[in-house]
């Protein structure tokens, strides 16, 4: 069992730099791929990024690449996504996720879920 508590939502201006962070309990956190998904109002579940257990395999959706990056710290227990160049369109909670497989961009595939946080993009 792995519950998942994300942090470091809030409001920025278009074009600011926010990092979100993802910590997990459990002594088995180095064996989960973990992932980034945000929903807006109305709208799915997006895939933002997803990185492997021991970091060699990352993934971002095409609306971030190059913006948004993945990372962990596993003796931390911690997962971040750190947002740059933030623009109105990433409005939206974001929430972290985790299995105990390879990484996937499909939200169906992850077990475990944080609560979300929201983060808000001003125009």
């Known amino acids: 069992q792995v519950q998942l508590v994300e942090s470091g939502g809030g409001l920025v201006q278009a074009g600011g730099s926010l990092t979100l962070s993802c910590a997990a309990s459990?002594?088995?956190?180095?064996?989960?791929?973990m992932a980034w998904f945000r929903q807006a109002p109305g709208q799915d579940r997006e895939f933002v990024a997803a990185?492997?257990?021991?970091?060699?395999?990352?993934s971002h959706g095409d609306s971030v690449k190059g913006r948004f990056f993945i990372s962990r710290v596993n003796a931390k227990n911690t997962a971040y996504l750190h947002m740059n160049s933030l623009q109105s369109e990433d409005t939206a909670v974001y929430y972290c996720?985790?299995?105990?497989?390879?990484?996937?961009?499909?939200?169906?595939?992850?077990?475990?879920w944080g609560q979300g946080t929201q983060v808000t993009v001003s125009s």
């Open positions: 459990g002594d088995t956190f180095p064996i989960y791929a």
């Open positions: 990185l492997s257990a021991n970091s060699g395999t990352a």
């Open positions: 996720a985790a299995r105990d497989r390879y990484i996937s961009d499909r939200p169906n595939d992850y077990i475990y």
